[in-house]
């Protein structure tokens, strides 16, 4: 392909420029070869020429098409230099706003310097198990290839993360272990997790500081290997470090801290556990103040210090531990403060007295005298002697801050060393992933030993990286069979060893450090003379003499070589160091034993050579040869691993958020190698295509001949056909591989092409409308011309219609107007007599109206008051005279109590007992015929008073009525008042208009009146109609706020209930996982149990067999395989929390109900023994107490009567005077009452002492029956009324008295009698007080609602029409709401008192029941041997009842026949749906029948346990899981069925009634049954999840069901994977598939209707939220072809619903953020309107997702465009006040809350059959 047809006419080229290094260009004129200038214009409009080196012939470089920008692989880039790289970066970060970018197998990743939400617990979730090339790029798909490669290859892993001071490296390497973290679980040990990712926090405050380019900058190299086992669990963690930049803890540049430890230990001094360090602000201290930046933006060192310590003790290093790293931090803070004083040119001291001094010595237990000698003195040794020299100030103060160094150096290690311990697993490593976090390749305007070191690691790391690349693709070139051409890369090996080799520049470096008198200056020499003419990576700098440059791979780097041998030798004042061993500091000490170590070795081989000094100056290894071994070591580590790349680009240097400066980001794309990848990649071939990809592609270039069955040919054809030159493609086995530029030939051809087409088709669409319009103007024509001489013919024939018919029109107009002027005359006349005739009429008839009203209301008022004095007087003479009758009553009560003590009295009252009864007799007659007659008057009394009451309240009624006629015509009034008024006003107006008009025509009044009427017409029409509508409007909207309230009650109940319910559901989950892991924990003991003792078992005598009633609410079904059975394995030393809690939970209820069971047997026992005494004690004889028994029951009944009668008099009287005041005393009722009272109790008094004297007598009686027991010992009297005495203490000065006892039996029978009296007259008051408070409660409630209506109505008159009805509204609302909630509370109240009645009901009958049955027994008496004689039996046809009878402790075997090994299958093809439960339940009725609770729950907890075993081991069989679902539902819906409960009655027939459980009550089963339904409905879920996942993305996204011009975009080295080969594609037919298997295998199973829409409806949701996910993260299928592709597939979803009748399960709800995010794709995307339109339909979309979609938006075909900045921020701008979650990814493992309605069932189970292939033959039919 010549170069004349890639540089023509609109072709864009890259030109270089300074500023923004690369610029875009177009070509605005042919190229041809021999031109030296290309003619170009910028993208502002500047034209330019562009010149062209004859010699080289260089053009500039060409610009990828647009389609192909963007792409997540900079290697699918058809031209692969450095301005498209620089533009593809530019083009995600800023407008896509996306950080990461693969460039082959290297993640660049540029720092946002923002918060992104992309790295939370949803996104790990996406990325896990997803190949990496199927998602975007991201630091969480390179983890998890990583973690994939280490399972599937078990090939340890590492990840390389470098880039510069900035770049983000330490997040990227935080977010990869979380990762790791996430996905991984922990083995064996707990939280091993948390302890690797607790490093961190340490880490970064230790070895972290804030430097000029980055706030968090790491100050050293670390490599973390994270150590897996067999299984892939995390089981601990190892750290190197390298390089720690010590020289920091002793001087900051400007703008700059120390490590965040310190700062975070000044912002903590003041706690109180730090207050011994003695410490202050930061900038108290040299160490942290000379940076002048001691605070961070946004940063709370206080808060990071908890951060630390939590960390700390996450770790396992206690808190001891920590304040003694405190404090060694303290000392180091405070020895910085040290000041030495100058005395001379080589001497200093140090104050004795110095306070930091004196607190660093003190903090690390050292002598101050010593210590401040040491630090002015230095001790020099020679063969000899030894010598103690001064120092000056310049290397005092150094030698200060060497000890500083190194005491933080040493520190540091110890940590690291720490940290690993916490971090080291017991159990053997199998694999693990490293993280190596590096710092990149630096230059500076001054570069020192530390940045040569740090470039020089650099370089190893380049050369690994290149070789590595280079292997891939030779590796590739080979699995492909395609010709291997070598390509030639850039090799720095040549620079490694200039660096590393012998006589290189570290061996020098070491060799200068060895001399005695090496210095920097001599260094420098020895690198000219042997490195600069051998090496031409050295040079030296053309105007100094003390530095050297070094060209690296990146670029050249100029060192200086001042303090290179000092930073070397990293020496240290061994003196100080002996001072500081003598501590008493434990920590210091443990610091130190590594020196000693070594001091010791070097003692050793020292005595054998001679030369002590010597020897260990030799031995020590500087800083450049320890870095070089340990950077040999973790390259030797990383070749052993396959690597993983992330290289760091930081975008400013201003950290200013996704603003990226082209200069500072091309210079680290040279220096991390991501460049060399694309030169590399573009040497061969970079672009691969497999040739179905290619076939779709590239579909429209061919012809119809040409598309053949075998595609691999055909892409050979069309590939030849179209590029000439063969070298520019290679035919792989599977792939196509193209040169650099070829793929954007053929999109060139591909847009030409689809072009073309678009141009004829336009042509032809633009010939036919043209036609279309020009026969359309020709018919028009005609039709127009034919129209319009019709037109004038028909006018001139109504001209002349027309002109006569004027004429007789003004004939008749003047004759109507004269006739119209005279009748309005004469009808004006007479309308204004009968409007003044009528207002004077209506005026005299108000007038005599109001007189007489008024006189009716004077009328009945003040009738109403006589009646009220009246009443009031009554009431207080009936009270003055009870008051008194009182007092009489209680004057003769003490008179006949006086004598009743009186011993003659009694003597009186036995000799005349017997006429006294007779008297007594005829009283109580007479007294009876006195009540007869009081009871009259009193019913004549309520008669009167009840007539009077009726007609009062008709008074009422006619007065209210009267009222509101009043008010009603008075309401009129007004409205009369203003008609008059402006009727006289009109009168006026007609008058004058009259006057006005008399002087014009008669013609021009009559119009002008007739104008008026009309419009007056007009107007009052235009009123009513407006008033209708305004009561219409208001009709309307009250409905409609009423709907609106009812509609958000209903919701907000329903969505109350679902949250409840999937709060319930959860932790039901949550509980039952818990349970499968207590089981499997107590199932692994048991097994090492039995395996470490020889098979010896012992059984529990203290656990009951018998299943408790509590089981089902514990869950302790599960564990066990037979409840009848049980044996515990378990030996009680075992340390097992949770088992032994449980188990003594579950003997403490059992303890518990045995104890209440003894104790209501003990309770029945003695009530049973006192019945019989009871009845004993009633048998014996009492003839002689008959008679005055009779009479004193006959006195009492009386009594009570009387008592009735002033009750319901007082009663009357309460109820008259509900809303009256009492009468008053002097009243006429009053005094009536009064007597009424009086007479009463006078009447009662008699009856009492007749009573008494009664008993006294019926005492006496008794007392001489039984005279031979001792004196009222043994006595029981059958005197139900009387309570008994128990006062033997007074008996003995009776029986002084009265030797027989009578008399004191008639004292103790009288004051029993007066206590009883008393007693029934206190209740009575009580009784009397209730009811007056109730009676009072109520009165002030009538008196509140009567004023609060009073109130209403007086504020409704003030108020207009309508607002009046609405207030009156309001106000009946708000009563009857309160009448309804109170009535609710009492239906409440009534339900609660029904049910404990049924219970106790329920009780009683099975307690009858077992009485009866037991009485049977008993009588039943053995039958009798006799002769029978033969007879003939007749058979009758068997009835059965619905119960499968079976033996006690056959519940294993059946459960083993129809729930272990049963195959749900063929069950489901052969039988009827539910045939396991119904069996069960047939089972249960025989267990309820025979009354044996033991098998109900044994057969109920068996069953359970059972079920839940088979889930458990066959969990991943969906049919089981569906099968088991359904018939655990089943069952349950039966012991509702056949529960006997009312509710589910109503659903049975005759028969299913009758066959109702009849002794237990299982509500606790039905619950236990309802959550182990639950759990199987999630793990359905589960499975189905298992099997649709890897289904879903391949189907709604993937597939392309129209190929050629909707087909996929080229992709880069890293290839979008599909789960399934081509020839299997998933389609949604396969979806679809999937789904009707499901529906079909829950139909079969006869899972209920609901539930399986709610399965449906779930599985719809994980179809949305999968599909939905991988969209917002997958930038490739962010396309309008794709919204379509998804449209059509969610189509064929919803058709699938329809033909399943499935449409009204709410599947459909849960697909809509797919279908808005489909419409968001095909949508327009430009105008202020196309936003609103998006954020109106959008509304099950959040923000998030919305802007995501639309950065992620990508055209695959030239015709679209991409989505602009500005549009996007419209829509956030417009979407900023929605409230919603800000989370971007759908909750994918969301399960709903599942319901369960009652399903009866219409099965007869008298006609269910056991079928023979179940192996059922010991169950019997009853």
């Not at 003499?545 to 990293?570: M, P, S, T, W």
């Not at 009513?1024 to 919701?1051: F, G, M, P």
């Not at 080969?1621 to 679809?1632: D, R, Y």
Request: neutral net charge.
């Amino acid at each position: 392909m010549a170069a004349s047809e890639l540089y023509a006419k609109y072709a864009r080229v890259w030109l270089p420029d300074a500023a923004e290094v690369w610029k875009s260009a177009e070509l605005i004129k042919d190229y041809t070869p021999g031109d030296l200038t290309l003619s170009l214009q910028l993208e502002d409009g500047t034209e330019v020429e562009y010149k062209i080196d004859p010699r080289t012939n260089n053009l500039p470089p060409l610009r990828n098409p647009n389609i192909l920008v963007g792409e997540n692989d900079l290697t699918s880039l058809s031209y692969l230099h450095e301005p498209a790289v620089l533009h593809n970066l530019k083009v995600r970060f800023i407008d896509s706003k996306l950080i990461y970018t693969y460039c082959g197998i290297v993640l660049v990743a540029v720092n946002p310097y923002e918060n992104l939400p992309i790295y939370e617990a949803d996104i790990i979730n996406a990325y896990s198990g997803q190949n990496m090339g199927d998602m975007d790029p991201h630091i969480f798909a390179v983890a998890e290839e990583a973690y994939k490669q280490m399972a599937r290859d078990e090939k340890n892993q590492s990840i390389i993360v470098s880039g510069e001071s900035g770049a983000g490296k330490t997040v990227s390497a935080k977010y990869a272990m979380r990762y790791f973290a996430i996905v991984s679980c922990s083995s064996g040990e707990a939280n091993v997790e948390e302890r690797v990712l607790a490093s961190s926090p340490i880490m970064e405050a230790l070895g972290n500081a804030k430097t000029t380019r980055n706030d968090n900058s790491s100050r050293f190299g670390k490599y973390i290997e994270i150590g897996f086992d067999k299984k892939h669990c995390i089981i601990g963690a190892n750290m190197r470090t390298y390089l720690l930049e010590k020289s920091r803890v002793v001087f900051q540049a400007h703008g700059e801290r120390n490590y965040h430890i310190f700062y975070q230990l000044c912002a903590s001094s003041h706690l109180p556990e730090f207050k011994a360090f003695k410490l202050g602000c930061a900038d108290d201290f040299h160490c942290t103040n000379q940076g002048q930046s001691p605070v961070i933006d946004g940063v709370n060192d206080a808060k990071e210090m908890c951060n630390t310590r939590r960390a700390f003790t996450l770790l396992g290093i206690c808190e001891s531990d920590q304040m003694e790293i405190y404090q060694v931090l303290a000392a180091i803070l405070h020895l910085s403060n040290v000041e030495v004083k100058d005395q001379s040119a080589d001497r200093s001291s140090i104050m004795p007295d110095n306070a930091h001094l004196m607190v660093f010595c003190e903090l690390v237990g050292v002598p101050c005298e010593e210590m401040a000698h040491w630090l002015c003195h230095r001790k020099l040794k020679t063969t000899t002697e030894t010598y103690v020299k001064s120092v000056s100030k310049m290397n005092a103060v150094n030698g200060r801050d060497a000890l500083a160094k190194h005491i933080y150096a040493k520190l540091f290690s110890w940590i690291v060393g720490s940290i690993n311990n916490a971090l080291k697993s017991a159990a053997k490593q199998h694999s693990f992933i490293g993280v190596l976090d590096i710092y990149g390749f630096e230059t500076f305007d001054v570069n020192s030993f530390e940045q040569f070191c740090i470039n020089y690691a650099n370089e190893k790391l380049q050369q690994q990286f290149n070789l590595h690349v280079f292997k891939l693709e030779q590796e590739e070139y080979m699995k492909e069979e395609i010709p291997w051409t070598l390509i030639d890369f850039y090799d720095n090996q040549p620079c490694i060893n200039l660096i590393e080799a012998k006589l290189g520049v570290l061996d020098l470096l070491d060799e200068e450090c060895k001399m005695p008198k090496g210095s920097d200056d001599t260094w420098a020499q020895k690198l000219y003379n042997t490195l600069l003419k051998q090496n031409a990576h050295f040079d030296k700098p053309r105007l100094s003499n003390r530095a050297f440059i070094i060209h690296h791979f990146a670029d050249k780097v100029e060192y200086q070589c001042e303090g290179f041998l000092e930073k070397n030798k990293d020496t240290v004042n061994e003196e100080q160091i002996n001072v500081l061993k003598k501590s008493k500091f434990d920590l210091l000490l443990k610091l130190f034993e590594d020196d000693e170590m070594a001091t010791s070795s070097t003692k050793k081989l020292s005595s054998t050579i001679g030369r002590a000094g010597q020897s260990q100056r030799d031995n020590k290894k500087t800083v450049g040869l320890q870095f070089r071994q340990s950077l040999h070591l973790l390259m030797g580590t990383l070749n052993a691993t396959t690597p993983h790349y992330v290289r760091c680009i930081k975008p400013n240097d201003h950290k200013a958020p996704f603003t990226l400066d082209p200069v500072r980001a091309v210079q680290q794309l040279r220096a991390c190698g991501v460049l060399e990848t694309i030169r590399i990649s573009a040497a061969g071939f970079p672009s691969r295509w497999t040739y179905q990809e290619f076939f779709s592609r590239y579909r429209v270039l061919m012809k119809q001949k040409d598309v053949l069955s075998d595609r691999k040919q055909t892409c050979k054809n069309l590939l030849e056909k179209l590029i000439k030159d063969q070298d520019k493609y290679q035919f792989g086995k599977n792939k196509i591989f193209f040169r650099a530029g070829q793929v954007a030939y053929l999109e060139k051809l591909r847009s030409d092409k689809l072009r073309m087409a678009c141009v004829r088709i336009q042509k032809t669409i633009r010939c036919w409308l043209a036609r279309k319009k020009y026969l359309r103007m020709k018919e028009c024509a005609i039709t127009i011309q034919r129209y319009a001489r019709g037109h004038q013919a028909r006018c001139y024939v109504m001209f002349l219609r027309r002109t006569r018919a004027a004429v007789v029109i003004q004939r008749n107009v003047r004759v109507w107007v004269n006739r119209r002027r005279y009748q309005q005359q004469r009808s004006a006349a007479i309308t204004i007599q009968c409007f003044l005739r009528a207002y004077m009429a209506r005026k005299q008839y108000h007038k005599l109206m109001f007189e007489q009203k008024a006189l009716v209301i004077q009328k009945w008022v003040k009738g109403w008051l006589a009646r009220q004095l009246y009443r009031r007087t009554v009431a207080a003479i009936i009270l003055l005279q009870s008051c008194v009758r009182r007092m009489m009553a209680k004057k003769e009560l003490k008179k006949l109590k006086v004598e009743a003590r009186s011993v003659e009295h009694f003597k009186k009252l036995n000799i005349g007992m017997e006429n006294k009864i007779m008297q007594l007799q005829h009283k109580i007659n007479e007294q009876q015929k006195e009540n007869r007659e009081l009871s009259e008057k009193l019913s004549v009394v309520e008669k009167s008073q009840t007539v009077e009451r009726e007609r009062q309240s008709r008074e009422i009624e006619n007065l209210r009525r009267s009222e509101q006629e009043a008010r009603a015509k008075a309401e009129t009034l007004p409205s009369l008042l203003e008609q008059l008024s402006f009727l006289q006003h009109e009168l006026e107006n007609t008058r004058r208009e009259k006057e006005d008009l008399e002087e014009q025509t008669e013609v021009y009044k009559e119009q002008t009146q007739q104008v008026v009427e009309e419009l007056n017409m007009k107007n009052s029409l235009l009123n009513n109609k407006k008033d209708e509508l305004n009561t219409i409007i208001l009709e309307q909207a009250q409905r409609l706020s009423e709907i609106k309230t009812n509609t958000e009650n209903t919701k907000q109940l329903e969505k109350d209930l679902t949250e409840e319910r999937s709060r319930y559901q959860n932790l039901l989950s949550e509980h039952l996982h818990l349970e499968e892991r207590h089981r499997d924990l107590q199932e692994e003991m048991n097994l090492n149990i039995s395996s470490s003792e020889s098979g010896h078992k012992r059984t529990d005598s203290n656990y009951s067999s018998n299943s408790s009633e509590f089981s089902q609410s514990l869950g302790s079904t599960e564990g066990e395989d037979s409840s009848v059975q049980t044996e515990d394995e378990t030996p009680p030393s075992v340390d097992l929390p949770v088992l032994l809690k449980l188990q003594r939970r579950v003997k403490e209820l059992e303890q518990d109900k045995q104890s209440l069971l003894q104790q209501l047997d003990k309770r029945e026992e003695a009530q049973q023994e006192n019945a019989k005494e009871v009845e004993e004690e009633r048998t014996v004889g009492r003839a002689e107490l008959d008679l005055e028994t009779l009479k004193r029951q006959e006195l009492e009944s009386e009594n009570k009567k009387l008592k009735q009668d002033l009750n319901e008099l007082r009663k009357s009287l309460t109820n008259e005077n509900t809303e009256l005041m009492p009468p008053a005393p002097g009243t006429l009722p009053y005094s009536i009452l009064l007597e009424q009272l009086n007479s009463s109790n006078e009447e009662l008094e008699m009856r009492k002492e007749e009573v008494l004297l009664l008993r006294s007598h019926m005492v006496r009686q008794e007392a001489l029956k039984h005279k031979d027991s001792a004196l009222g010992g043994s006595v029981k009297l059958d005197l139900t009324e009387i309570p008994s005495f128990q006062d033997f203490d007074r008996s003995a000065d009776i029986h002084t008295l009265n030797e027989d006892g009578e008399l004191w039996l008639a004292y103790e029978g009288l004051k029993e009698t007066n206590r009883l009296l008393e007693f029934q007259m206190q209740e009575q008051e009580r009784v009397h007080n209730e009811k007056y408070r109730k009676l009072l409660e109520e009165v002030n409630k009538l008196k509140d609602e009567r004023e609060q209506q009073q109130k209403l109505f007086a504020q409704s008159l003030l108020l207009p029409e309508d607002a009046r009805i609405e207030a009156s509204l309001k106000h009946e609302i708000t009563r009857l709401t309160s009448e309804n909630l109170e009535l609710m509370e009492q239906l409440e109240k009534q339900d609660k008192t029904i049910r404990k009645f049924k219970k106790q009901l329920k009780f009683y009958m099975k307690r009858v029941d077992d009485l009866e049955a037991s009485t049977q027994q008993k009588n039943n008496a053995s039958p009798i041997n006799a002769p029978i004689r033969a007879v003939n039996i007749t058979r009758k046809e068997k009835e059965y009842q619905g119960m499968l009878e079976y033996k006690e402790g056959d519940e294993n075997r059946l459960l083993k026949n129809l729930v272990v090994d049963l195959k749900p299958r063929g069950v489901a093809v052969s039988f009827i749906p539910g045939l396991p439960a119904y069996i069960i339940f047939m089972c249960l009725r025989y267990a309820d029948n025979v009354n044996d609770d033991q098998r109900v729950s044994t057969l109920l907890n068996s069953t359970i346990s059972s079920i839940k075993g088979v889930i458990k081991r066959r969990g991943k069989d969906l049919e089981v899981v569906s099968f088991w679902l359904a018939n655990t539902c089943r069952l349950m819906h039966c012991l509702k069925q056949y529960s006997g409960a009312e509710a589910f009655m109503t659903h049975n027939t005759t028969k299913q009634n009758e066959h109702c459980l009849v002794n237990f009550e299982l509500s606790e089963y039905q619950q236990v049954l309802g959550d182990l339904a639950i759990q199987i409905y999630r793990q359905l879920i589960k499975c189905m999840e298992d099997i649709l996942q890897p289904l879903i993305v391949a189907s709604m996204l993937e597939h392309e069901t129209i190929q050629g011009v909707l087909g996929s975009k080229p992709t880069g080295l890293r290839k979008r994977s599909t789960s399934f080969p081509e020839e299997e594609a998933v389609t949604v037919e396969v979806l679809l598939q999937r789904l009707g298997l499901f529906h079909t295998t829950m139909s079969q199973h006869g899972m209920d209707s609901d539930l399986i829409k709610q399965v449906v409806k779930q599985q719809f949701y994980i179809i949305c939220a999968v599909t939905l996910n991988n969209l917002l993260l997958r930038k490739d299928m962010c396309s309008w072809s794709k919204g379509l592709q998804i449209r059509y597939n969610v189509w064929q979803l919803e058709e699938w619903l329809t033909e399943r009748e499935l449409a009204d399960c709410g599947a459909k709800e849960t697909l809509e953020p797919l279908v808005q995010a489909a419409q968001l794709l095909q949508i327009k995307k430009k105008t202020e309107a196309d936003a609103q339109a998006i954020c109106n339909m959008c509304t099950a979309l959040t923000t998030a997702q919305i802007v995501k979609v639309l950065t992620l938006y990508t055209p695959v075909i030239e015709f679209e465009e991409r989505v602009s900045t500005s549009f996007i921020t419209t829509i956030k701008n417009l979407l900023k006040d929605r409230v919603e979650s800000s989370t971007l990814m759908m909750d994918a493992k969301k399960i709903f809350s599942v319901s369960l309605p009652f399903t009866p069932s219409s099965v007869a189970l008298e006609t269910i059959q056991i079928p023979a292939s179940l192996n059922l033959s010991f169950l019997t039919r009853i």
